[in-house]
């Protein structure tokens, strides 16, 4: 018996329902390196990315319960500040025109053994979260006291971060040494464990301030809890020549010895490397987060970018604090990072701008662990997303979006935010009100620093 023919002109599968329908005049999803979608529409279900295809297809296809419509704006990835201390927000302006070594132990170290508390460092992440949103950032690595305080700020601004549980071998008013720090940290990985926005990473503070005991125990814990390792690194000259006086050897050699030198080691700075040690990062994996304002603002050095990115070193882009820095401000770290490194290589065509790019997403996303959760446009992952509106008359002709992003545009062009599928910021202005009493916490801090200075 022959079968019934299936009948004529069946009518098309309805829409399916989505909560969000991104359009964008471009989409930089940062997989493949270098691509630009035209008229592309990005589709979010329940905090993740669910299609990336054309407009007209994607409007055939979906019944969004939101839409967003971009027609001026190039729609990337969100930016992934991989080095922050964000409480330092607080310290903006405090110890500036110094060197490391004095601007840490003239005003930085003094300051924190007086002000150091809970309030302060949930204050200043407070500061700190809501600038990074409103430059575009959706994902902070950050390394500092008080990690539940850490922790309450960025849920409160709804800000993706890793939570550094800082270890240092001296007393401040956090904790008494490294076990105590150790023992305080991983209890507040506890208490936050199951928030989806948040994780944690092991922070010893740096090889001249963690002794190989305190290291030890660091290596173990991150390969027994699988966590991330976030320290500064080869950060200037005089860090390195004290470390070979103490301990005869470099600090990344150390570190190597100690078993810390992985997949795992998000180093930062990495401003003084010779070429066998760039070579061993490559080999192990490791990646090198790179902070060129701040480097330049303590006169530390030109990190080697280049020959870092052509060794084949994953590297990220961080702008460390407000305290060495003055701005949160990632978007201005893609453009100094590539200047500085064609300038340094002498080479015009290193570090283009789709590298720079990269750094500050999918980069960062790899040197935090989280490259299969963010970092670029691809369906599967979270909705982690910033829009840059490119119709200003600064930013005209336009010939290469990447290109007007990294060397033309600034935070001020960010005109949208989400993270993980949540908006963050509309219209170039925060959606979340600014916590009652904010402005003037801030400004009590301010008099009882200054006043701890004049005394």
């Not at 902070?140 to 960025?154: H, I, K």
């Amino acid at each position: 018996m022959t079968p019934p023919l299936p009948p004529q002109n069946t009518p098309p599968a309805p829409p399916i329902a989505v909560d969000l329908l991104i359009t964008a005049r471009w989409v930089l999803p940062m997989a493949p390196h270098g691509a630009c979608l035209e008229h592309h529409a990005v589709v979010v279900d329940q905090g993740r990315i669910l299609d990336l295809l054309p407009i007209a297809a994607a409007r055939s296809l979906y019944a969004p319960r939101e839409q967003s419509d971009l027609g001026e704006h190039a729609l990337i990835p969100g930016l992934v500040n991989a080095h922050a201390h964000g409480a330092m927000n607080l310290l903006r302006g405090y110890g500036d025109d110094l060197p490391l070594l004095r601007w840490l132990r003239e005003r930085i170290w003094p300051a924190e053994a007086e002000h150091l508390s809970e309030a302060f460092v949930h204050t200043g992440t407070l500061l700190a979260a809501r600038e990074m949103l409103r430059g575009g950032v959706t994902c902070v690595n950050d390394m500092y006291f008080y990690p539940a305080a850490m922790a309450r700020a960025y849920l409160d601004t709804g800000l993706r971060a890793i939570v550094g549980l800082i270890v240092i071998d001296f007393p401040t008013r956090y904790g008494a040494g490294p076990d105590d720090y150790l023992a305080r940290g991983l209890a507040s990985r506890d208490r936050f464990r199951d928030e989806p926005t948040l994780r944690f990473s092991l922070a010893p503070h740096a090889p001249y301030t963690v002794g190989d005991a305190a290291l030890l125990r660091v290596a173990a814990l991150a390969e027994e809890l699988d966590l991330g390792i976030h320290t500064h690194l080869h950060e200037t000259r005089s860090e390195i020549a004290e470390h070979l006086s103490a301990h005869g050897c470099r600090p990344l050699a150390r570190l190597h010895r100690l078993g810390l030198l992985s997949s795992r080691l998000a180093a930062v700075h990495a401003v003084h490397l010779e070429d066998t040690e760039i070579a061993l990062l490559a080999h192990h994996g490791a990646s090198v987060v790179h902070c060129p304002a701040s480097n330049l603002k303590l006169a530390s050095g030109f990190a080697p970018a280049a020959r870092l990115l052509a060794a084949g070193v994953n590297v990220a882009l961080g702008t460390d604090g407000a305290a060495s820095n003055n701005r949160v401000d990632l978007l201005s770290e893609t453009r100094l990072a590539s200047l500085l490194a064609k300038g340094v290589s002498g080479d015009a065509s290193a570090w283009d701008a789709h590298a720079s790019l990269r750094a500050a997403t999918l980069g960062g996303a790899r040197a935090l662990g989280l490259e299969s959760r963010i970092g670029s446009i691809e369906p599967g992952k979270q909705a982690d997303l910033t829009a840059i509106k490119l119709s200003a008359e600064e930013l005209q002709p336009l010939h290469d979006p990447a290109a007007r992003i990294v060397y033309s545009a600034g935070r001020e062009h960010v005109d949208a935010v989400w993270v993980a599928g949540h908006a963050r910021v509309r219209g170039g202005c925060l959606t979340a009100e600014m916590p009652a009493g904010l402005e003037a916490t801030v400004c009590m801090w301010q008099n009882r620093l200054v006043s701890s200075r004049i005394h």
